[in-house]
C-alpha cells in the first residue's frame, strides 16, 4: 500500500527550478517559478505541519505556482540533515532561504505555513520583521509550544519546540496525555489534541507568546470555526487581540470556515479521514479548502 508522500509525490507535475541542500545552502528546499508571473518581487517560503510529508508541502506550493505565484517549498523537519522530531528545530533555515531569495532579487518575501508551520511562520515573522512581509498562518497557535516527537505516539520533550540563534525559544507548557488524546479522539471521532494545548492557548507566560506585533507586514489567519486538533480559532483570537491592544501597524484579517479541519489546504489528502467533520461534510470542507486558497491570493494581491 502506497503512503501519503508516496501518492503526493506521483500527483506532482511541476518540476522545480532549483533544489536547495543542507550541505550547500544551508536549507532543504525547491523553488517553483510560475509560467506567468502575477506576483512580481514577491515570493513565498512555504511548509507543512507536523505530518512532516515534504512532499505534500510541494503540492500545496504548486497550486500557487500555478495561480502565479513564485513559491520556495521548505523542509525544516523529518528530512536527512535535519530534526526528526519538535525538539529546538532551527528557525534559521527561514531566514537562509529568505536572504537567497531577497539576494535573486525578491523585493518582498512572505511565508505560509500550516499547523506546526503556522506556528514556525509566525515565529519567523516575528523574529526577521526586516526580512519578511506577509505571514500567512493556516490553523495558527499564538503560542511557541512545548517540544515533542512522534513515535508510537506523541511523546513530550522538557523543550521547547524550536530554537533561535543557538538557543531554545522561551516555550509553554503543554498537557500533552496519551490517554487524555486517545479519550478524546474516540469521542470526537477524530484525531485530538485540542484539551492538551487549551490551558496554554488561553493563559501561557507572556514570554511564551508569540510577538506577532513585530512582523514587518500584513497578516492572514485562515481557520476553522471548531478545530479538534488544537484551538487554532482561540489562537486567531489571541493574535487578533493582541495585535490591536499594540497598535500593529500593519493589516489583520482573519477567515474562519464553519466546514473545515486541520487540513485546509487546497489539495486532496487521504490524512482528512482523520477527521469527522471531512468525513460527514466533504463537499462543503473542499469549498472550504478552494475558499481559503482564493482568499489567500486575493489577500497577496490586494494587501501585500
Known sequence: MKTNAERAQE???LMPETEFTLKKDGFIG???QPEHNEYPGRAVIMFGGSDGIYNLTKLVAEQYVKRGMTVLALAYWNESGLPDGFEKVPVEPVEKAALWLRGQGFEKVGLWGISMGAELALLAGSLMPGLISCVTAVCPTNICGQG???KKSIQALECSAFSWRGKELPWARLKLSKAVILRDSLRERSVCLRSCYEDAVRSAPEETQIQ????????LLLYPEYDAMWPSELSAEKIRTRLREKNFAHPCKCV???YASHMLVPVKSRSTIMFRVERKYPEQCWESDLD?????????????
Do not use: C, D, H, R
Open 11 to 13: 500527483q506532482l507535475i
Open 30 to 32: 525547491a523553488l517553483y
Open 148 to 150: 515533542f516527537v512522534k
Open 212 to 219: 506577532v506585533e513585530n512582523i514587518g507586514g500584513p497578516v
Open 256 to 258: 474562519s470556515y464553519q
Open 292 to 304: 481559503a486558497f482564493e482568499k489567500t491570493l486575493a489577500f497577496w494581491k490586494e494587501v501585500w
